[in-house]
T-cell receptor, first 115, second 112 residues
């Protein structure tokens, strides 16, 4: 069964510090990997999407990396801000020949930024 | 949330009653999805649509039905709500099946 495991489950850091969130997956065959940010009480919002051939992608202070050989991804947040407090969800897409049901969602990392 | 609305945003109902949730998009996206989100679980796919009148089941479809009569609207129906269907429901859309999904703001449903 396809799985996406995220760590840590929760994380508290001080404003201005950097942090890295991890995502390990077993999804195969692999199509792409996405990171979403979900603020409390709102729907997830896409941060990055990476295909097999991409190993780094940035979106402002967010940088995602992908190692398709080891099936690992990380999301690095630089110079954290209070607005970064949210859940971060890793989603891996299975190549399913055009089907729309090939997504496996991680349970998310709950990040709290303290002033 | 841009371009995707869900209604109602909050609903409390009783066990055994029918409930319909609506998702409306202005993006003209081909694909639409219904997910539920519960503590301790990732988002789980209930049903999805790949065009008008074209729908398919997801991972947790039991007890749910859907309809899509227009590109912009995707309805989720709980024929007879149960307490296990208490959850937050999210609608999502994308143009291509492997494209980034855009999510609505969610509907919090409580079944007493």
């Amino acid at each position: 069964k396809n799985q996406v495991e995220q760590s840590p489950q929760s994380l508290i850091i001080l404003e201005g510090k950097n942090c890295t969130l991890q995502c390990n997956y077993t999804v195969s065959p692999f199509s792409n990997l996405r990171w979403y940010k979900q603020d409390t009480g709102r729907g997830p919002v896409s941060l990055t999407i990476m295909t097999f051939s991409e190993n780094t992608k940035s979106n402002g202070r967010y940088t995602a990396t992908l190692d398709a050989d080891t099936k690992q991804s990380s999301l690095h947040i630089t110079a954290s801000q209070l607005s970064d407090s949210a859940s971060y969800i890793c989603v891996v897409s299975e190549f399913s020949g055009g089907g729309a049901d090939g997504l496996t969602f991680g349970k998310g990392t709950h990040l709290i930024i303290q002033p | 949330d841009a371009g995707i609305t869900q209604s109602p945003r909050h609903k409390v109902t009783e066990t055994g009653t029918p409930v319909t949730l609506r998702c409306h998009q202005t993006e003209n996206h081909r694909y639409m999805y219904w997910y539920r989100q519960d503590p301790g679980h990732g988002l789980r796919l209930i049903h999805y649509s790949y065009g008008v009148k074209d729908t398919d089941k997801g991972e947790v479809s039991d007890g749910y039905s859907v309809s899509r009569s227009k590109t912009e609207d995707f309805l989720l129906t709980l024929e007879s709500a149960t307490s296990s269907q208490t959850s937050v429901y999210f609608c999502a859309t994308n143009e291509g099946a492997t494209d980034t999904q855009y999510f609505g703001p969610g509907t919090r449903l409580t079944v007493l």
